[in-house]
């Protein structure tokens, strides 16, 4: 997957205006994005798929982590 600088620009900012909407930090969100673009373009086998979703859940782990220490209700 090739993705231009125009669709990159273009993703980020769809990612910083619906982040919110979904309550969600867009930094979280942005960290996902590259992962699956750049990290894992190509994840057309067993191994890198398992390697795609370790990383994916140690990004979410840290997003639950982040938000359980600012969070005064919690």
Do not use: C, H
Not at 9 to 22: G, H, K
Not at 29 to 43: F, G
């Amino acid at each position: 997957m090739t993705i231009t600088p125009e669709d990159l620009s273009r993703d980020l900012a769809l990612i910083e205006e619906l982040a919110p909407r979904f309550e969600v930090q867009s930094i979280w969100a942005a960290d996902l994005y590259s992962l699956v673009t750049e990290r894992y373009s190509s994840s057309d086998n067993a191994s890198t798929r398992q390697q795609l979703l370790d990383e994916v859940i140690k990004v979410v782990e840290n997003a639950v982590r982040q938000a359980d220490r600012t969070d005064p209700a919690a």
